[in-house]
């Protein structure tokens, strides 16, 4: 383990040490452009947020909000391991309860592709619904939310509304139906959130579509929900909600993105971090580093389990407006490329790297990486998760945090890095060339990168201990 770790330890400050051609390593943000007052850079941000409703049992409100909505036929979305679960037995009860007409689509995909999502909004088009339930976690969310906008504009072309540079990119300007989200995983957020995540499988990446416009109307957080999920679901759901929390509260400051749009329609979901956004990241990182180890390790606890339901929505609710950037960047093509792992818990008949694992096993490589650019905000996240700080110098800021996120990781039985998964040095440039499409994303770090220094943070993270 030492050897591997002081491998590990020697790029990174290879990383620290690179040539950067941003103003000297201060201990400010500093990727502002030279022009500044050109103004091609952005001077507002917005929140948007779904509402949000909170409580045990409260699932058994969902068929009256359907009443209330005047909904005639809905939609109720999940995947099969889900269909026989509590969770959707609860929805399902009340909107039967409220006489509220449905179908159910469970052919939801765990990490959707294309052509899941295509196969969903088949579905939906010809169902004509006029309001949709998603039951389940981010696959199903995501696919859910899909489904309506493409129903809501049977139109247009798939990649219409898929993030550039792989898709079209388009505006949505289509009004769609009320969403109710019921997520029964503590990690994407995506109740909260405008964005829906799929594998591209031509190219074997993942990208997705953003925009508030598909954000759900109403994320019923049931606390309940969580009970039900395996140790592994629950420790790799928790770390999305910690790379959520970080990477919101290190991103680009939202005055420094660019370009600045010309019409408010055309300001991205992700902005860059901003004074609400790092809010809810830093109270979602302090619930991360109370309650995930107890979530993971005793089933029962309650108070643990349904902390970290609410903190899967605060950091929703942070990086769904703020962004994430490097650790979700590369995370995409760790997934998209998988080989022959499945990870342990997840009941799927394809090789699988969770979304959570695959964005938390870059982490320390990434922080070390981007530290030099906000050394403050990454030496109070290794405080929150427990590091002694007392003494440290500024300077250190990002190995600090890479040896917190080590140890956290080491403690609750992670996988030992990218090797572990499947992967060796031989796939970096394939890692890399997947990652160059995440723009949306990557352009948010606080640190620009070259492929070179790409190559490096996937070699960094091969091994972890």
Request: glycine share 8%.
């Amino acid at each position: 383990m030492a050897g591997g770790r002081d491998r590990v330890v020697h790029l990174l400050r290879q990383l620290q040490r690179a040539a950067c051609q941003c103003p000297a390593h201060s201990h400010t943000y500093s990727q502002a452009p030279e022009h500044a007052a050109l103004k091609t850079t952005d001077y507002a941000f917005e929140m948007a947020v779904s509402n949000i409703r909170y409580g045990e049992g409260v699932t058994k409100e969902v068929g009256l909000d359907l009443k209330n909505l005047g909904a005639r036929k809905v939609c109720v979305m999940t995947d099969k391991n889900l269909g026989q679960l509590p969770p959707v037995k609860a929805v399902l009860n009340s909107l039967a309860k409220n006489g509220i007409t449905f179908q159910m689509y469970d052919d939801v995909r765990v990490e959707p592709t294309d052509q899941s999502f295509m196969d969903a909004i088949t579905f939906a088009k010809k169902g004509e619904f006029d309001a949709y339930v998603a039951v389940g976690g981010g696959s199903v969310i995501d696919t859910c939310k899909a489904a309506n906008l493409y129903a809501s504009n049977p139109e247009s072309d798939f990649l219409d509304y898929v993030n550039a540079p792989i898709g079209k990119g388009k505006s949505v300007t289509v009004p769609l139906k009320p969403l109710i989200a019921v997520p029964t995983t503590a990690g994407t957020g995506s109740e909260t959130t405008g964005i829906a995540i799929f594998d591209y499988k031509e190219l074997k990446v993942k990208t997705g579509i953003a925009s508030r416009a598909i954000k759900p109307l109403l994320g019923m957080i049931d606390p309940l929900h969580t009970l039900h999920m395996p140790d592994r679901v629950v420790a790799n759901s928790g770390f999305d909600v910690l790379c959520h929390a970080l990477e919101a509260y290190t991103a680009l400051p939202y005055k420094m993105r660019s370009p600045c749009p010309s019409n408010p329609i055309n300001r991205p979901a992700y902005q860059g971090s901003n004074p609400i956004s790092d809010v809810w990241a830093v109270h979602a990182l302090r619930i991360v580093a109370k309650y995930l180890k107890r979530a993971v390790r005793i089933p029962d606890d309650h108070e643990a389990r349904a902390n970290m339901h609410l903190a899967s929505s605060f950091a929703g609710m942070g990086f769904g407006n703020a962004g994430v950037h490097l650790c979700h960047g590369m995370s995409y093509p760790i997934s998209g490329l998988v080989k022959s792992y499945k990870a342990k818990d997840y009941k799927v008949d394809h090789p699988l790297v969770p979304h959570g694992l695959s964005v938390v096993l870059t982490s320390p490589a990434v922080f070390t990486f981007t530290a030099q650019m906000c050394p403050e905000r990454h030496l109070e996240a290794a405080e929150i998760l427990g590091a002694d700080t007392h003494t440290a110098r500024i300077k250190d800021a990002g190995l600090i945090l890479a040896d917190t996120l080590r140890n956290f990781l080491f403690d609750l039985n992670v996988d030992d890095g990218l090797t572990a998964i499947g992967y060796s040095k031989a796939d970096i440039p394939a890692l890399v060339k997947g990652t160059l499409p995440q723009e949306r994303v990557t352009k948010l770090s606080p640190r620009p990168q070259t492929e070179e220094e790409l190559s490096a943070l996937f070699e960094a993270s091969m091994k972890l201990y």
